[in-house]
């Protein structure tokens, strides 16, 4: 009897280990891919995703992708408008012009929108699932998002490996590590923008893709390349009559969200680990872990504060509440709020915050057109570039009129002070052929070096080596 | 799996001779075992000379009838033999000794049992003897040079927290390199050693090389620890009662204090004066070493019940366990409760069976912090104010702080030392007061456990037994962290609240057969059976934000969760295993295996592995030609080779294990979110790129050794020699990032190790009541990369913010440092002002032109050094004089460096104030170009010898005579007093508070410190009670 219940027991294992099912539990909160792409909802549930990636996480780790986050390291922390608090740590180099090819920064960027590259071309390869009505609306919803990463890409580190489908394994890995002419990478990025800017329209949210956004992406995008002036002078029209407005008082630009001078912007709320943003608190002093980071030059608050009567500034930056003598930055206080009597005691983590990230706004727009009209040459006195830039001008309360003609200078200033801190400042001295001329003179106040080929970021070494040779670092690395 | 040394009783036969019984009388008395002073039941009684003899029973008792003269000789295996002449008095007490040498020992092997003197692979066992008495809060702790090649090193300073173990080296690089722990055939993980009290351990066998733990398959690669607990013993109920308690402190470095006066000293006389900011932090008073702060001491007690007993039939063992151990350090606290109940029943003629329930439950409270953020805060600052500091606050900004209040440096800004108008500010930090920081969080650690098993066993026919084992273990961890009003210098603005909860609930069926026979001069020892396992694990976890006080600190006080999270995920594994040991004649021995698993979580192609081994082994002693000899009383010569597995990869990195771990060979989806206008939308994407070939990692072993014993063991030892090379190394391979991904999990590269183990044991002093004994052990492990793939070279740091950095280059250990060559210091007139921060160095040194291409760039680094020691050593002396004994153990580990990141904090190479200016240095000639000029912590200056010895343990006891425990109707009583780390060397040039505590790094990034957690000294008094 007990011989009987025993083997019992045994047969019992036997059954176990002979089904094969066994071994393949399936997973419960993750998808298998296998199961995914096979329908609209699931397609624009990756059209999403793309927007996840252009947002970042909010965390402090070394190994995920910041995104938009940390833009402002390679862009305005590069240019004469920003530096760090303290000149510490791996910030500090790019305050200095001596960026190591191992910043993780430049590392973190460069994954993060490879990684948004990734995200759109997977919604592309799966445009067949979408219905024939939207078809076409994703994939330039698609495009635009790629465009957008591309065109961030190529100011900032020059020939890419231009990723336009989705790799797969049986294609290799060289790929990768095959760097574009920036004139191809660019002819992905206009044909993309073309795509967005005929399927696209201005009705939905502005933290998405729209018509207006693609129209002035792709202005930009000309005029970053010297070429096109009229289609680009044509698109920004257009964008200027599709029910856009600066709004009257500067400071709602950035603490009255969604407002109709906004084209596009990458969405934040505040409170959720997973959806909000670090940067307005780590531009601050003392709150969080990373503190102190793109505060205002001096040469950038005296180039604010030229003019008395310009209400900017104001909105710009502010002295350090605990450090007086330097400058922060105030466009993107956390969720509005100013930190108190010592700038950083806030009722709600600041580190959490909402405020959204701005890309393309009105006045970008409008000093756009301005220099679509200069169109290459050295100023202009057309009235369309007047009203323009009389427009601009007004809002900021310096309502006397324009001095004609709007020198390159004049509208290089104007930008400087109208779009201080919000990543133009790098690209724009670039695209006005003044990056060496003020960028040398910038450093050298400040006993620090600047050569031409520090207007690229170094590819991060680690592609470098992972490419055994294929992959050459910029030029000055 | 079960197996009693004493129910191997074989009764002898007994014949009757008439012997001229001259005065023949009867004698009567008591049998003990010595080391816990129990009764032992069936021990044989023989009149040397004689055929007449007769056994203990159950109470150890035995009458026999003897003469004046006669010799008496007591014996029972696992005991030394004892022989005793009968003199005038009618009772005669025995103690038997246990014979810790005794070649018939029984070492568990997994899956079974193998007598030591058969064993071909290297293996080492363990017995509980004193380790119980070790004041430490893990079993693990307390293993600490005991076994030769294993490795144990404290990384984190709190109690309970585990250590870092390895079995002869690093064997993998990105997946867990720790052994594989086995609890009376329940596979757990090594975390569980927590939730385990010594003093239900009976005996480990350590599985080092790869025939041994090939058994074990696809987890044996890194060494197998296989834990028994203690059964009861036929017999009346044994009662033990064991208490140690004692004081713990914390060992200090005094290099990294500097007092206030003593640093203005040092700049008087090197400047001639001192500055008004030193004159101001003199005149704040205050001389705060936060060493004293953070490194508190504290007790440490245990409390261990237990109740062993049973019929001849029927075993039981029960034991309650309560620990409880403060730590060293501020706020760090480890309780622990367990309980264990085992049974184990013969229920009919050929079958038996058992079963055991142990929940155990923790608790502990973190330091939450870092002891170099602590560690580098100036002397002048006080923990509090007091009422001289508080006049020194700057009222403009902070008109409320008061006595008692928490000191902030900038609470001292803007001071008029002159009376003049003029402000001073000492301060370099807005942040908060570091002791808040520690002490207003509150971070805990709690762990409830029930583990179970119930087994039935058959004997079939003689030798051949059915065996089948259920078990269960359910864990559940619970972690929380709050974060106070006080605890950040962001205030009521950073307060936070994180909670998760994990479960696992792991269940397991092993069926074993096994055959156990000696037929002639072939001794057979084989076992087949199959195992299938599952492990399915549930998470979550919530952050509430935006509390306004301390007074609540759960959720619901919160006023917004801003995280919520819950994951599950599940793995499993099944296999078949098959071992056969052979010996013939007791000269000749052979061993194979050979294991097949299967694993969810790998590639359809790939998800099962076979790991075979073989070993042999020549007992030269029992040839003829070694029979009499006077030198050599054992010999044995083995030889091993054997194949390994290793699954326990781990890619992420983060609160939970990352679920990809459970389904990497396929692509994943995971949900995101985006914001559009006020909505937040829900996406999915991409996690991973799948790996369909994903299978095991594979370790391959030689292992020649030997064994012997010299002069009747007086000297008896084993050496060994290994090379484990490890391939197809599961490894989170960094791919191009223009693929949208970093990194993919592949089967890559090919690590090895090899060295040699060394155990010696001396027999120095043995008489009937004075012994001393030492035991040597010495290892070697030499760590080398042979094959990184794509990754060979790879450069890699821990920190952004200071990225020293590491390198995995073919032809080295793996994790080397990298960085420049220190050439010399520079010189204080080159340095902005030295003597701004107290007990500040320079930042920067030259370095040296290894090129000579007169330009420092990368091809100037160069590997600085690795984190593996290149010698390890343990001495351990056993005296024993009467009811006196003592035992010391030295251990000692030479040729690591570790990298010591602490002292850019200690050393405050921080600020302006200690950099270099090296236009000067390139105008004074010093240098041909500012190249030369390189931050500290990328050179070799902050890479320091990581060597020590150590005295672990010294325990002195005694044990009182039976007698006398008698008189208190005990059958033992024992006291004693333990010291752990009474003294502990470090090299001069080590900065930091303990050479062993190392960062919980990358596998490719270890041996990072800042400063660490300091060393435990402790010292304690115990009491065992029987009865």
């Known amino acids: ?477 | 799996m079960k197996f009693k040394f004493k129910t191997l009783l074989v009764l002898l036969v007994m014949f009757c001779f008439s012997v001229h019984a001259q005065q023949a009388k009867t004698i009567s008395g008591k049998v003990i075992s010595k080391a816990d002073g129990q009764p032992v039941p069936g021990v044989n009684i023989l009149i040397v000379g004689t055929t007449t003899g007769t056994s203990t029973d159950f109470d150890g008792k035995y009458t026999i009838e003897a003469k004046a003269g006669d010799v008496l000789q007591f014996s029972y295996v696992s005991f030394k033999n004892q022989v005793i002449t009968v003199g005038e008095s009618n009772t005669i007490d025995v103690s038997l000794e246990e014979d810790t040498n005794t070649l018939d020992e029984i070492v568990v092997i997994g899956y079974g049992t193998q007598k030591r003197k058969n064993l071909t692979g290297a293996i080492t066992k363990l017995k509980n003897e004193k380790l119980d008495q070790i004041a430490v809060a893990r079993v693990d702790d307390a293993l600490v040079g005991q076994v030769a090649g294993v490795q144990i090193a404290a990384t984190e300073g709190e109690a309970g927290s585990a250590p870092t173990i390895r079995i002869r080296g690093t064997g993998s690089i990105t997946s867990d390199a720790g052994p594989l722990v086995v609890i009376d055939g329940i596979i757990v993980d090594s975390d569980f050693l927590a939730n385990l009290d010594m003093n239900d351990v009976e005996s480990f066998s350590v599985l080092k090389d790869a025939s041994s733990g090939a058994i074990y398959g696809s987890r044996g690669a890194n060494g197998v620890i296989i834990i028994t607990t203690k059964n009861g013993k036929e017999g009346k109920t044994q009662f033990n009662y064991n208490t140690f308690t004692g004081f713990k402190e914390g060992i200090q470095n005094d290099k990294i204090y500097f007092s206030v006066n003593e640093w203005a000293e040092r700049e008087r006389a090197a400047t001639g004066t001192i500055s008004d900011k030193t004159a101001y932090k003199q005149l704040l008073g205050v001389d705060q070493d936060w060493q004293d702060i953070i490194i508190e001491g504290g007790i440490i007690e245990s409390h261990s019940f237990s109740a062993r007993g049973g019929s001849q039939r029927t075993k039981f063992s029960a034991s309650l366990n309560y620990l409880h151990d403060e730590g060293v350090l501020l706020t760090d606290d480890f309780k622990r409760y367990t309980m264990r109940l085992k049974i184990d029943s013969k229920v009919g003629k050929n079958f038996r069976m058992g079963a055991q329930v142990a929940p155990s439950y923790s608790r502990q409270r973190l330091f939450d912090g870092s002891t170099h953020d602590i560690l580098r805060q100036p002397s002048w600052l006080p923990l509090y104010h007091n009422e001289n500091t508080i006049q020194f606050v700057d009222r403009n900004v902070y008109p409320n702080v008061q006595v008692g209040d928490y000191a902030v440096q900038r609470h001292f800004d803007n001071y008029d030392l002159f009376n003049d108008g003029g402000e001073v500010d000492i301060s370099t930090t807005s942040n908060t007061n570091p002791g808040a920081k520690v002490l207003e969080r509150d971070r805990n650690d709690y762990r409830f456990r029930i583990q179970s098993s119930i087994f039935g066993e058959y004997k079939i026919i003689d030798g051949l037994k059915l065996r089948s084992q259920f078990n269960a273990d359910y864990q559940h961890r619970r972690q929380d962290r709050w974060q106070g009003t006080k605890a950040s210098r962001n205030g009521v603005a950073a307060t936070q609240l994180d909670i998760s909860n994990q479960t696992r609930i792991y269940v397991a069926l092993d069926n074993t057969l096994s055959y156990n026979k000696k037929i002639g001069k072939h001794d057979i020892n084989a076992v087949i059976g199959a195992s299938a396992e599952s492990f399915a694990w549930n998470v979550e976890s919530a952050t509430g934000i935006g509390y306004t006080s301390d007074f609540v600190q759960t959720l619901n006080a919160a006023s917004l969760i801003s995280l919520g999270f819950s994951e599950k995920y599940e793995e499993r594994l099944l296999s078949t295993f098959v071992r056969a040991n052979y010996a013939y004649d007791d000269k000749y021995l052979l061993s194979v295996s050979a294991r097949r698993d299967g694993f969810s979580a790998f590639g359809p192609d790939n998800k099962y592995g076979v790991f075979p081994s073989v070993s042999v082994g020549w007992l030269v002693s029992n040839e003829s030609f070694l029979e009499d000899n006077d030198v050599i009383n054992y010999l044995k010569i083995r030889g091993s080779y054997g194949v390994t597995g290793n699954n326990a990869f781990d890619i992420g990195s983060g609160t939970f294990r990352n679920q990809i771990n459970s389904y990497p060979f396929q692509t994943l989806l995971g949900p995101s979110s985006a914001v559009f206008g006020n909505s937040i939308s829900n996406g999915f994407n991409p996690l991973n790129i799948a790996n369909p070939d994903l299978g095991w990692e594979r370790s391959v072993e030689i292992n020649p050794g030997v064994d012997f014993g010299l002069f009747n063991d007086r000297i008896s030892g084993s050496f060994d020699y290994y090379t484990r090379t490890s391939d197809d190394l599961l490894l989170d391979v960094p791919i191009p990032e223009a693929s949208g991904f970093s990194n993919a999990l592949q089967n890559r590269g090919e690590v090895q190790n090899r060295g040699w183990e060394l155990e010696l044991r001396t027999q120095n002093i043995k008489k009937q009541n004075f012994q001393w004994n030492t035991t040597f052990i010495a290892s070697r492990n030499e760590n080398e990369l042979l094959d990184f793939a794509e990754s060979n070279g790879q450069i890699s740091n821990v920190d952004n913010k200071r990225a020293a950095e590491w390198i995995n280059l073919v032809g080295n250990p793996i994790s080397s440092y990298y960085g420049w060559v220190v050439d010399q210091e520079i010189d204080n007139q080159y340095i902005a002002s030295p003597w701004e921060r107290v007990g500040q160095t320079n930042r920067e040194v030259i370095v040296k032109d290894l090129n000579g291409d007169g330009l420092i760039d990368d091809d100037d680094k160069t590997i600085l050094g690795d984190p593996y020691p290149d010698f390890v050593w343990s001495i351990g002396n056993e005296i024993k004089i009467g009811n006196f004994d003592m035992s010391i153990l030295f251990q000692g580990s030479h040729g690591a460096e570790i990298r010591n990141i602490g002292d850019q904090y200690i050393f405050r190479h921080f600020g302006s104030s200690s950099v270099a200016d090296s236009g000067a240095l390139v105008n004074d000639g010093v240098i041909a170009n500012t190249t030369f000029v390189k931050e500290k912590i990328f050179t070799n200056s902050i890479i320091q010898d990581a060597s020590y010895v150590a005295l672990r343990t010294v325990n002195l006891g005694y044990n009182f005579p039976t007698e006398v425990a008698e008189t208190l109707s005990l059958t033992k009583l024992r006291v004693y007093l333990t010291g752990q780390n009474l003294f502990y060397w470090f090299a001069d040039d080590y900065t930091g508070l303990n050479p062993e505590s190392i960062n919980n790094t990358s596998p490719t990034t270890y041996g990072y410190q800042r400063v660490g957690s300091p060393i435990n000294r402790t010292i304690t008094v115990g009491i065992n009670v029987g009865f």
């Not at chain 1, 330039?140 to 020939?159: I, S, T």
């Not at chain 1, 990373?290 to 900017?312: E, H, I, K, P, W």
Request: charged share 20%; net charge negative; with cysteine.
């Open chain 1, 1 to 477: 009897m007990k011989n009987l219940k025993y083997i019992k027991f045994m047969v019992l294992a036997l059954v176990l280990s002979s089904c094969e099912d066994f071994l393949e539990p399936s997973p419960t909160s993750v998808i298998s891919s296998e199961d995914f792409y096979q329908n609209e909802q699931q397609l624009i549930e990756g059209v999403i995703n793309m927007y996840d990636g252009l947002q970042g996480v909010n965390d402090t780790r070394n190994d995920t992708n910041h995104a938009t986050q940390i833009e402002f390291y390679v862009t305005e922390m590069r240019s004469d408008n920003t530096r760090t608090k303290s000149g510490e740590g791996e910030a500090a180099q790019f305050d200095d012009f001596a960026i190591q090819t191992t910043n993780s920064f430049v590392a973190d960027y460069y994954r993060s929108f490879f990684n948004v590259i990734f995200r759109a071309n997977t919604v592309l390869a799966n445009l067949d699932v979408a219905s024939d009505a939207n078809r076409d609306n994703i994939e330039a919803e698609a495009k635009f998002v790629r465009a957008h990463a591309y065109f961030n890409m190529v100011r900032l580190y020059g020939d890419l490996p231009l990723i336009d489908r989705l790799v797969t394994a049986a294609d290799g890995t060289d790929v990768f590590y095959d760097r574009r002419p920036i004139s191809e990478i660019y002819g992905l990025i206009e044909s993309d923008l073309m795509s967005a800017v005929d399927n696209l329209d201005n009705s939905g949210s502005r933290n998405r893709a729209s018509k207006a956004a693609a129209q002035a992406l792709l202005a930009k995008v000309y005029l970053t390349q010297n070429t096109n002036y009229l289609e680009a002078q044509l698109l920004l029209e257009d964008v200027m009559s599709s029910g856009y407005m600066l709004e009257p008082n500067f400071s709602d630009v950035f603490f009255n969200e969604a407002n109709s001078e906004v084209i596009f912007a990458i969405g934040y709320t505040s409170g959720i680990a997973t959806d909000s943003q670090n940067f307005s608190a780590e531009w601050l002093n003392g709150v969080g872990r990373t503190v102190g980071v793109n505060y205002a030059t001096q040469d950038a608050v005296m180039a604010l504060t030229a003019n008395v009567d310009d209400s900017r500034p104001a909105v710009s930056f502010r002295a350090d509440p605990l450090q007086p003598s330097q400058n922060q930055v105030t466009k993107y206080l956390p969720d509005g709020a100013d930190g108190g009597d010592d700038g950083k005691t806030f009722a709600f983590d600041a580190r959490l915050a909402g405020n959204d990230w701005i890309v393309l706004r009105y006045a970008d727009v409008l000093l756009m057109h301005v220099e679509a009209i200069i169109a290459g040459g050295q100023d202009t006195s057309a009235p369309a570039a007047v009203n323009s830039f009389q427009l601009v001008r007004d809002r900021a309360g310096l309502t006397d009129a324009v001095t004609t003609p709007i020198t390159k200078d004049d509208l290089l200033a104007e930008r400087r002070v109208e779009l201080a801190f919000e990543n133009q400042r790098l690209f724009d001295l670039i695209r006005f052929n003044k990056a060496q001329e003020v960028l040398s003179a910038f450093a050298s106040q400040n006993g620090t070096n600047f050569s031409t080929t520090d207007l690229l970021l170094p590819i991060p070494q680690r592609e470098v080596g992972l490419s055994g040779g294929l992959l050459q670092q910029n030029p000055g690395y």
